[in-house]
């Protein structure tokens, strides 16, 4: 009969080794590289996605709009065929995949016990702008900035990592008890 640490340890949630799943990443990026010329990204999608949105809601701002015109300039087949949204759709349905080969498909919110579970989705939200903003300002998500950057020896893709993991470092001493 087991007892409940062994019960435990069968039903743990297995995950990929985290060496291995670098060098997959590592691996994946490679071949972006080399079968469509292009890096990984995920920020891309997001402005097609708002680009067609507002294209669809309020055609008229979007005929106006200097940055709307620029990127309808640039993607003439339209917003929604643009590389990273296909890529992003892959990336969706490689994690829906994933989940439900590893039984992960669960709907719920992870937190540390000393905060709420709407606590974690607002600071999961305000974390969530932020970061997009970033990306805007640095022309690129962590993905296609720093980790496709470097991928092709990028000087600026080292640059964009190294203030990726600093801020995360430095900032990490004032959340920490959200999350242990």
């Known amino acids: 009969m087991m007892n409940t640490s062994q ?4 039903t743990k949630t297995r995950y990929i080794n985290p060496y291995l799943g670098g060098v997959l990443l590592g691996l994946v990026l490679i071949a972006a590289n080399f079968i469509s010329g292009r ?10 996605t708002i680009v067609a949105a507002v294209e669809t809601v309020s055609p008229k701002h979007a005929e106006n709009a200097t940055f ?24 969706i ?23 709420t579970s709407r606590k974690r ?9 932020l970061f997009g903003f970033g990306s805007q300002l640095g022309r690129g ?6 980790l496709s950057g470097m991928a092709v020896l990028s000087y600026g893709g080292f640059i ?17 008890k959200n999350w242990i």
Do not use: D
Request: net charge positive; charged share 15%; hydrophobic share 45%.
């Open 141 to 146: 998500c962590t993905s296609g900035s720093a």
């Open 93 to 115: 349905a490689g994690a829906f995949l994933s989940g439900a080969v590893f039984n992960r498909l669960k709907l719920k919110v992870e937190h540390s016990p000393k905060i």
């Open 160 to 176: 964009s990592m190294a203030f990726i993991f600093g801020t995360a470092y430095a900032l990490a001493y004032f959340v920490r």
């Open 68 to 91: 709307y015109k620029e990127y309808s300039a640039s993607h003439p087949e339209g917003p929604m065929k643009a590389w990273l949204v296909f890529q992003m759709l892959g990336v």
């Open 7 to 10: 019960q435990k340890t069968k």
């Open 39 to 48: 890096g990984l990204g995920a920020s891309g999608a997001a402005k097609s």
């Open 121 to 129: 989705i607002i600071f999961a939200i305000l974390g969530g702008i």
